[in-house]
């Protein structure tokens, strides 16, 4: 539904360019910086989280309980996850348009 009139002062509705008051044009970006976002502090902390365990959890004689290596590879899963979850984020949005 894209609606717009003849006056250069009014929004076009329904489009991602917006006309400001003075002519310039301007393009609306739909995805925020990375560390802008909440998934970025949710990463850092369970990062933080999960490198602090293997130091409170100790290793038994039997090998049960929370390793370094088992951190480690957490912290890997975790960032792959995050960078798919920026990957799927930024996939929708458009590139960036120059100025005409």
């Not at 976002?37 to 949710?42: F, P, Q």
């Not at 990062?47 to 959890?57: D, K, M, N, R, T």
């Not at 480690?72 to 899963?77: D, I, S």
């Amino acid at each position: 539904m894209t609606t717009s009139t003849t006056d250069q002062n009014d929004a076009i509705i329904g489009s991602r360019a917006v006309v400001s008051r003075d002519g310039d044009r301007r393009v609306a970006r739909e995805t925020k910086p990375s560390f802008k976002t909440t998934e970025l502090i949710v990463y850092v902390l369970s990062v933080l989280g999960v490198l602090i365990a293997p130091l409170v959890v100790d290793v038994n004689e039997d090998g049960q309980g929370f390793s370094a290596y088992q951190g480690w590879f957490l912290v890997t899963l975790l960032t792959i996850g995050y960078l798919i979850s920026r990957g799927l984020a930024k996939s929708g949005s458009p590139t960036r348009l120059a100025k005409p």
